[in-house]
């Protein structure tokens, strides 16, 4: 994952805008106790979360694989290697799911089924300025795995609370 999370940093869409990515770790933590939506529509502010929230991918990814969903998916390459997955992730921007179920789905399999899977993940937030680091995160995430039927796109916009 920190490979990924240094493409990403070559590649990110936005610079990341210090004082705004500051501005929404403040607003998360007061959302948290108010239950009340921070704004993600700084993009300098959106680059800055997800660089310093890129733990989550690893952490989920870790979580997969120590639960009865990873066992699933390795038992679903014995059965075949070729599988495709599609998944929607709901409230996902930038785009963690995809890079949590991409390793996941790379240490389930075999040396001999690893370029045979294919994963296709949509994400949904409702935040659309998250569409540009959705790309940026599928491309890192392609380019350091070098996974070719790893796709991740942005699906458009989505109020989980709806």
Known sequence: TRAIRQELLKILPHPVHVQERDKLCLELGIAADRGEMPSFSHPGARSGYALDYFCRARL??????????????ASLWIQD????????????????????????????QSAATQSMATLNTTVLDYEVGWSDLVQAMNDATIQVLQQPNFHCQWGGRCDITQ
């Open 60 to 73: 989920l990814a870790g979580l997969i694989m120590q639960s009865k969903v990873g066992e699933d998916l």
């Open 81 to 108: 290697p070729y599988r495709t997955i599609h998944v929607t992730s709901l409230g996902g921007g930038p785009g963690f799911d995809f890079v949590a179920l991409a390793m996941a789905i790379l240490f389930s």
